[in-house]
C-alpha cells in the first residue's frame, strides 16, 4: 500500500491550494484518512480527518471553516481544499490511513495511524 500526497506549493497569504492523497495497492477494507502537517522545528500537528463514508470529517480548530476534506473512494483518492491560507499553515502536509472506518476520539492522535505518505510542501508567504 502507499500513499501519495500531491498538490503542495507556494502560496500568497489568503490564496488557496488543493492538496490530494492518492491510496494505491491493497488496502484495508474501509479506512479513515487523516491530514497531518509538520512546521520546521515543530511537531506532526492535526489538520483533519475524513470517515470512510465522506460523510463525516473532524478539523483542528486552527483550520476549521477554512479547510474542507472530501474523498472519492472509486478513485481512491482524499482531497483537502485549503483556503485562506495564512502563513502559519506552512508545513510538510503528510496524509495517512487509520484502520477504522469511523471518525473516533483519537482520530488527532498520529500514533494511532498505520500508513503514511512522504507529504508535500506548502510554503504561504505573508
Known amino acids: 500500500v502507499q500513499l501519495q500526497a500531491s498538490g503542495g506549493g507556494l502560496v500568497e497569504a489568503g490564496g488557496s491550494l488543493r492538496l490530494s492523497c492518492a491510496v494505491s495497492?491493497?488496502?484495508?477494507?474501509?479506512?479513515?484518512v487523516g491530514w497531518f502537517r509538520q512546521a520546521p522545528e515543530k511537531e506532526r500537528e492535526f489538520v483533519a480527518a475524513?470517515?470512510?463514508?465522506?460523510?463525516?470529517?473532524v478539523y483542528s480548530d486552527s483550520v476549521k471553516d477554512r479547510f474542507t476534506c472530501s474523498r472519492d473512494n472509486d478513485k481512491n483518492t482524499v482531497d483537502l481544499q485549503m483556503n485562506s491560507l495564512m502563513p502559519e499553515d506552512t508545513a510538510i502536509y503528510f496524509c495517512?490511513?487509520?484502520?477504522?472506518?469511523?471518525?473516533?476520539?483519537?482520530?488527532?492522535?498520529?500514533?494511532?495511524?498505520?500508513?503514511w505518505g512522504q507529504g508535500t510542501q506548502v510554503t504561504v508567504s505573508s
Open positions: 495517512a490511513v487509520l484502520n477504522r472506518p469511523y471518525i473516533w476520539s483519537h482520530n488527532n492522535e498520529a500514533a494511532w495511524y498505520d500508513l
Open positions: 475524513i470517515e470512510w463514508t465522506g460523510r463525516r470529517t
Open positions: 495497492g491493497r488496502t484495508f477494507n474501509r479506512y479513515t
